[in-house]
């Protein structure tokens, strides 16, 4: 029996293919990191109105689409993150050489 893959099986199999998939190498610090996002967004219980250039405000969708979470859950993460000492800046970091 032969299987007709439909449009979007079509294009994972071209995704796969073309390798444009990443894997992931620690699971379980990506699923704590998406927990995270998750109790981050049930524990709003105050809001805030903020002013940002259109350019920021369009690189914060856009990093949202890719993780997959609403651009206003990726603000409030980078907050939390920011006070929690979790976030650091690139420039910050040691690269083991």
């Known amino acids: 029996m032969k299987y007709k893959i439909d449009n979007e099986e079509k294009e994972v199999l071209n995704d796969y293919e073309n390798n444009e998939y990443i894997e992931i190498s620690d699971m379980e610090k990506e699923i704590e990191k998406h927990t995270e996002y998750a109790k981050a967004t049930f524990l709003k219980n105050k809001r805030i109105?903020?002013?940002?250039?259109?350019?920021?405000?369009?690189?914060?969708?856009?990093?949202?689409?890719?993780?997959?979470?609403?651009?206003?859950?990726?603000?409030?993460?980078?907050?939390?993150?920011?006070i929690s000492g979790k976030l650091v800046e690139k420039d910050k970091v040691l690269i083991n050489q």
């Open 49 to 82: 109105n903020i002013r940002i250039s259109q350019r920021d405000l369009e690189y914060v969708q856009r990093r949202a689409l890719e993780e997959g979470i609403p651009y206003q859950t990726l603000i409030a993460s980078l907050i939390h993150r920011y």
